[in-house]
C-alpha cells in the first residue's frame, strides 16, 4: 500500500451567499483542477439565526449535482418541478440539476439556533450536462454506520466503506462520501482508491494526515524548532488536500478528530462556470445565460 502524502492543508474563508447567509468556503470558484470533480465545499454551520435565516431564495443550477448534509437545524427546499422537502439532523440531499432546474433553500436553526451542515458540488460529464433533473433525499436513519473495535464511527453516505454500501446511487462522479470519527490518541490507516481525488475535512477535534509514529503527532511545518512542543495541524475548519496514493493515516489528538473523507474520479473536463451554472464551453455557457434571461432555461419534461 501507498501512503498519500498531504499536498496541501487549506482554511476556509468567510464569505456571504444567497440572501445573507455568513459560511465557511473551503474551495470554490477559479481553478478547482486539484479536486475535480468537485467544484466547491461550503461549512454553513452557524449559531446565530441573524446570519442564516435569510436563507438561499430562487436560483438556478444546470449541469451539476448539489450534496447537502445536515447536522443540526433544518433546510426547506423547494423547486421548478413543484418538489418540496425538509431536511433534519443526520440527513442528506443529493440534487441532479442535469439540464436545469430553479430551486430554493431555507435554514432554520434548532431550539439551540444552531444551524449546522455541509454542502458540496459536483461537476458533471458533458454527456449528463443535459440530463432531466433528479433528487436523492436520504433519512439519517437511511444511512448505514460502521463502529471499529477501536471505536472508530464511519456513517457512509455514499460508495462502499468497510463492507457497507451508502444509500446515495448513480452519481456521475461515483464518489466515496463518508463522515469519520476517530478516539483520542488513535490512528487509523483508511483506503482510498488510487484513481481518485481525495480530501479530508476536518469540524471536530483535531488530529495530523501526515505519516506520524503512533502515538505522537508530527510537527506542523511551520515549526521548525526540533525543541517546541508537538501540534496537530488539522483542526476545526481544515481541508486537507491528498496526493496520489491508496491510503491515507490519521493520527487523532487528545480530543478525538471528525471529519468528511471525500474522493472521486477526475472527469479531466473543460470547466465554464458562472455562479451555479456550470457547462463546458463559453458558448454553452452564454445559451444557458440567454435562456435563463427569455424564460427557457427548464427543458425537462
Known amino acids: 500500500m501507498s501512503l498519500r502524502p498531504v499536498k496541501n492543508i487549506l482554511q476556509t474563508r468567510s ?18 483542477k486539484e479536486f475535480d470533480p468537485f467544484l466547491l465545499f461550503d461549512d454553513f454551520r452557524n449559531d446565530n439565526p441573524a446570519d442564516y435565516l435569510a436563507g438561499f431564495p430562487w436560483h438556478p443550477h444546470r449541469g ?11 433546510v426547506e ?6 418538489n418540496k422537502g425538509r431536511l433534519g439532523a443526520g440527513d442528506v440531499q443529493w440534487m441532479t440539476a442535469g439540464s436545469g432546474i430553479l430551486h430554493q433553500e431555507m435554514p432554520k436553526g434548532d431550539s439551540q439556533g444552531r444551524m449546522h451542515g455541509f454542502q458540496l458540488w459536483a461537476n458533471l460529464p ?19 454506520e460502521v463502529i471499529e473495535d477501536d471505536g472508530t464511527k ?32 488513535r490512528k487509523r490507516r483508511i483506503a482510498v482508491e488510487i484513481t481518485r481525488h481525495a480530501f479530508a475535512y476536518v469540524f471536530a477535534g483535531s488530529g495530523t ?12 511545518e511551520s515549526a521548525v524548532d526540533p525543541n517546541a512542543p508537538l501540534v496537530y495541524d488539522a483542526t476545526n475548519h481544515s481541508l486537507v488536500l491528498f496526493d496520489r496514493g491508496d491510503e491515507i493515516v490519521v493520527q487523532a489528538g487528545p480530543e478525538g478528530i471528525r471529519f468528511l473523507l471525500i474522493s472521486g474520479k477526475p472527469l479531466r473536463e473543460p470547466v465554464a462556470w458562472y ?21 427557457t432555461f427548464i427543458k425537462h419534461t
Open 15 to 32: 464569505t456571504l451567499e444567497g440572501a445573507g447567509v455568513r459560511l465557511e468556503r473551503a474551495f470554490g470558484f477559479g481553478n478547482t
Open 64 to 74: 451539476i449535482e448539489t450534496i447537502t448534509y445536515v447536522l443540526a437545524g433544518t
Open 77 to 82: 427546499h423547494g423547486d421548478s418541478l413543484g
Open 126 to 144: 458533458a454527456s449528463l450536462k443535459m440530463t432531466n433533473p433528479r433528487y436523492q433525499d436520504i433519512p439519517s436513519a437511511a444511512i448505514p
Open 154 to 185: 464511519a456513517r457512509v453516505i455514499c460508495g462502499e466503506f468497510w463492507g457497507k454500501k451508502g444509500p446515495v446511487e448513480g452519481v456521475a462522479a461515483d464518489p466515496n462520501y463518508i463522515d469519520i470519527s476517530v478516539p483520542p490518541g
Open 209 to 220: 494526515f501526515r505519516d506520524a509514529s503512533d502515538p505522537r503527532p508530527v510537527l506542523t
Open 275 to 295: 455562479g451555479p451554472i456550470v457547462m463546458n464551453t463559453q458558448d454553452q455557457l452564454r445559451q444557458a445565460l440567454r435562456e435563463l434571461h427569455d424564460g
